[in-house]
């Protein structure tokens, strides 16, 4: 047992080390992400630890995918992928880890019942970046689905680990969830359009040639967003209240960003990214709080390119 500093009452040893894993877990997001940090702060303590957990381990995987260092090949890459995904299934089970990110998810994890289900598929998406360049919309919908839909299902979880007949809410709401990751991949796949195609050489949107990108097909991919964006918009207010607010900043730091991106043309997208200015981020963070958690509604009478080629 121990004492914290500036504390009296004692410590587990074991919480010391839980409270050091949060912590580097927090330091993961505020790094990271503006957007999601910002978001994450207008959520309940407990509620914004869980989803900090999981969005460090989130993180951590993409910066294997996409941010090697200059002496990793495409095998160390391919090995430590399986190494991160090898201690959080361990850590699922145990509830503990070396790795103090993979500790604090695997916290998060088992409290609010995320499981290999979650896991596996998020995982799968990530190696298949090590890979696969190009994709048809078959395998587009696959690799979104792991990347980005599962996260919105982690997410949801954590918001209704304490509310009664959380499963039944779970169902209904998972939906609009889903639909809330898919459009934030999308959306950074556009944002990203030139950083994807030159620095990564990936071709994620189908449709949309990097070396001659057609406006239309740009207008095509941010109508499909904006599908995406509304059906999230309806599960919002169904939210529980602490997550409300947060959830709905989110959605609308993102349907700025979509606002903007229809501003720009394709080829000027693929030269500057697109960006939502702090002060702008502020604005619209204290008006989803003046709304009290109700949602921008994009416009919806389009009918998207992704959904209705995969017709989910």
């Known amino acids: 047992?121990?004492?914290?500093?500036?504390?009296?009452?004692?410590?587990?040893?074991?919480?010391?080390?839980?409270?050091?894993?949060?912590?580097?877990?927090?330091?993961?997001?505020?790094?990271?992400?503006?957007?999601?940090?910002?978001?994450?702060?207008?959520?309940?303590?407990?509620?914004?630890?869980d989803i900090q957990n999981i969005y460090a381990l989130v993180r951590v995987a993409d910066e294997i995918v996409d941010a090697p260092r200059p002496e990793q090949g495409l095998v160390d890459r391919s090995n430590e992928l399986d190494q991160l995904e090898e201690q959080t299934s361990v850590a699922l089970v145990t509830g503990s880890s070396s790795n103090l990110v993979v500790h604090a998810f695997a916290q998060t994890a088992r409290r609010v019942g995320i499981d290999l289900d979650l896991v596996g598929p998020f995982f799968d998406s990530m190696r298949s970046d090590l890979t696969q360049v190009q994709h048809d919309f078959d395998s587009l919908a696959t690799y979104i689905y792991g990347s980005a839909e599962v996260v919105g299902l982690m997410c949801l979880r954590a918001f209704l680990a304490d509310e009664p007949k959380s499963a039944a809410q779970y169902d209904h709401l998972a939906p609009g969830a889903q639909r809330l990751g898919a459009a934030?991949?999308?959306?950074?796949?556009?944002?990203d359009f030139g950083e994807d195609s030159d620095g990564l050489g990936r071709r994620y949107l189908v449709g949309l040639d990097p070396d001659d990108p057609a406006d239309a097909a740009w207008a095509l991919w941010l109508d499909d967003i904006d599908l995406d964006l509304t059906a999230a918009?309806?599960?919002?207010?169904?939210?529980?209240?602490?997550?409300?607010?947060?959830?709905?900043?989110?959605?609308?730091?993102?349907?700025?960003?979509?606002?903007?991106?229809?501003?720009?043309?394709?080829?000027?997208?693929?030269?500057?990214?697109?960006?939502?200015?702090?002060?702008?981020?502020?604005?619209?963070?204290?008006?989803?709080?003046?709304?009290?958690?109700?949602?921008?509604?994009?416009?919806?009478?389009?009918?998207?390119?992704?959904?209705?080629?995969?017709?989910?």
């Not at 934030?184 to 944002?191: H, M, V």
Request: proline letters at 7%; aromatic letters at 6%.
């Open 184 to 191: 934030f991949q999308k959306i950074n796949f556009l944002r």
């Open 233 to 312: 918009a309806a599960a919002i207010p169904h939210l529980p209240a602490g997550s409300r607010v947060a959830v709905c900043t989110a959605h609308d730091l993102f349907a700025e960003l979509t606002a903007r991106l229809r501003e720009s043309s394709a080829t000027e997208a693929r030269r500057t990214r697109v960006r939502v200015p702090n002060a702008g981020k502020a604005k619209i963070a204290a008006a989803a709080v003046a709304r009290r958690g109700m949602p921008r509604t994009p416009r919806a009478d389009a009918v998207g390119l992704y959904r209705r080629k995969t017709n989910v």
């Open 1 to 49: 047992m121990m004492h914290l500093p500036g504390h009296t009452q004692v410590v587990p040893p074991h919480r010391r080390y839980d409270e050091v894993a949060e912590a580097c877990a927090a330091m993961v997001i505020r790094s990271y992400s503006s957007s999601f940090g910002l978001a994450s702060r207008l959520l309940p303590p407990r509620i914004r630890r």
